[in-house]
């Protein structure tokens, strides 16, 4: 039995997300099923984050078990071969025995895309979340600030989602103007479920001047998810990459 | 009435082209019927360039003469508003009495990608041509120095194509190397029926070594497309700019 890690690009825009749903195709469905015939059984396929519907990925990082003595890029051509275009093994690599793809990873970075301007190019449609209002980036800026370091993100999650320890810490989170796009790269050592949405739905409220970006403290104290912001749709997110102990940034 | 040209982007994926079909939902249509509603009658739209079905446009031009007070922004705001996401308004100026987009136009500009690693990414594929194989980008460029200028063109127009002037002058023809891919961006005075594809197949094929650099003139003087190369791709293809009397370039 070998470990393998697999670097993984998608366009989530027709899946359920990464986590197997019995109400449609998942990304994890897909590789799980792309790797069967390797081995001759389905393999348990772990994901490092565990995007939503709609949401892409163009680092995303699985870990798989596979008793198989072919080569990585066999084992690569094999998957690319069976999954759809959607989805594509950009890397594989043999990893340690034991390898989890999630519980190893010590950051992950998710970039999300808002166009600005008055039409949205009929290129971005799927992968920008279009909202044609002029926002005040300094002031989204001194907001994100306030996110930086350790928190409880209680007030970030999902209503009624699942963790209990809701306490993550954002390494960086950079609002970044490109003119008619505004950019948003966040970086932590993990993410409560639909924490990065909540987080730009907030920022994106400042920029609005419907917040403070004061606001964010005592938004964060809170605990409460009815004191942030909308969940910003799932389009504009990309997982851009995952990182493990001993690699440097792993980000295309 | 007044004269209006309209600058337009989309993604020509699901379209039968830009020129109204029997068959299928063409650009031209689309635009001509988001028209009808602001004067009350279906107008006639001309384009500057007949993209054929899944051929792309970031500035495709075109001309119509409207009956109408409404400003240029609101005119661009009614014609978005009624246009699927795929097709985008992008500018909308007031033109000279009889302007038209076609006969106008002194040089239309297209781009041609072809993406040359092993795995094409999700969000390529619709947008350029997957050919996994290492070309000589330094054949492609000595072959495409041969295009240059005013030539017969009767060898890369569509078998049984209408133009019976198959004369045209290519500005320029440049190959570009983008890492995992390539880029070929080329300027002309007018194109034939797969014209730019052609080309583009022809280069692809100097690439892999198939023919010389030196081939592309006796393939111009055979006038008889069976000489010239495979037509690449639709999806590779975009209609960058069109170049009007007294413009910049238009390239976005």
Redesign the interface.
Known sequence: MRAFKLTI???GTSFVGWQRQPNGVSIQQLIEEACAPLVGRLPTVAGAGRTDAGV?ALGQVASVTLDTDLSTTTV??AL?ARLP??????AVEEALAGFHARFDAVAKSYRYRIAQG??????D?W?VWHSPVARDLEAMRRAACRFLGCHDFASFQAAGGPATDTVRTIHALEVRDHGREVMIEVTGDGFLRYMVRAIVGTLAEVGLGARTPESVTDILAARDRGAAGETAPACGLTLVAVKYDGEGERAR
Not at 85 to 90: A, G, L, Q, S
Not at 118 to 123: D, H, I
């Open positions: 690009a998608y366009d892409h690569q051509r690319n275009p959607e989805v594509r093994v950009t008055v039409w949205q190019s009929p290129f449609r992968f």
